[in-house]
C-alpha cells in the first residue's frame, strides 16, 4: 500500500500527517476525536478504503502526537482553532473537497465544517458521535460530577463510564509511563464494549506506541483546557442546513455517547443510519469490512479527486 508521512505547516503549527494510496483517487481526510492520534484510525481499516480506490489521509492534531505540543497558557486556543487547523491541512494538501470521516469529537468537527464550509466537504460521515450545537461535554461533565442532567439534555454516558472516572478521581493519580499506560489499557476496554473480543496485550503494546511517539504525552490535556476556555462553542441549530451525503454510524454498545448517532441523523436532511452491531465507542478489527464497505459505498455518492 501505497504511504508517506510528512510534517504539514498550517498557520503557525505543524500537523503530522500520513497519506495512503494514489493522490489521484477520491480524498478520504479522517479526523480522530480530541485527545487522539491519528494511528487510533487502524492500518487495516485504511488499507480496505485504499483497496476500493480512495486516497486517504490520517493526522494528529494539535497537542497530540508528532503535531505542534504548546504551552497552552502562552498559546490558549479553543476548539475553533482545532476546526480551523481541518480546513488549513485541505488548504496545505491543495484538497479543495474532501469526504470528511470524523470519529467522536472528530464527528462534532466534521459536522460543523459541514455547515461552516460546505464547498469543502464532498460527503460527510460521523461515527460515534454527538450532534453539533447539543452540548455533549457539557452532559459528560454533568455525568461525572453527579449533576442533574436538564430536560432536553443529551442521553448521559453509560454507567461504566462514569464508574471508571469516578475511581480514577478517588483513587491515586497514575505516576509516570508505566501507570498512564495501565489507565489508558483500563479506558480503551471501557470503550471497546463488553460484546466484542478486547485483546489486552495488543491494547498494551498499542499505547505504549502511542505514548512513545509523543512529542509530549502530557499536552493532549490541553484539549480540555480548550473546551474550557469556551465550552459554548458549538453552532446550534445548524444541522438542518447541512447539505453534504451524510452517514452517521454507531455501535450497539456505544458507552460514550449511546443514542447520539440517531439524534444526528434525525437532524440532518436524507441522513443515512447504520448501527454496527457488538461495536463499542472504538474501531475493532471485527467491524473493519463493514464500516469500509458502508463508507466506501456512501463516498461513492460523489466523485472527488486528489490535489487541485
Known sequence: MQ????????????????????????????????????LLWPEEFIGLLVAGGRRVIRYDHRDVGRSTSW???????????VKDDVVGLLDALGIERAHVVGHSAGGLLAQWIAVEHPERVATLTAIASSPLGGGEGQVLLRALTGEPQPAGSLPGPAPAFVELFAKAAVGPPPEGRAGLIDFQVEMARMLHGTVLPFDEDAQRRFEELLWDRAADPAALGNHRLAWAADPEFEPAGALGGVRAPTLVVEGTEEPVKPGHGRLI????????????????????PEVHEELAGAILRHTSQDTVGGPN
Open 265 to 284: 441523523a434525525e437532524a440532518i436532511p436524507g441522513a443515512g443510519f447504520l448501527a454496527v452491531e457488538g461495536m463499542g465507542h472504538t474501531l475493532p
Open 71 to 81: 504551552d497552552f497558557a502562552a498559546h490558549p486556543y479553543t476548539w475553533h482553532a
Open 3 to 38: 504511504r508517506a508521512e510528512r510534517m504539514v505547516s498550517v498557520g503557525e503549527i505543524a500537523l503530522w500527517t500520513e497519506e495512503f494510496g494514489d493522490p489521484a483517487d477520491p480524498s478520504v481526510l479522517l479526523v480522530m476525536g480530541s485527545m487522539s492520534q491519528g
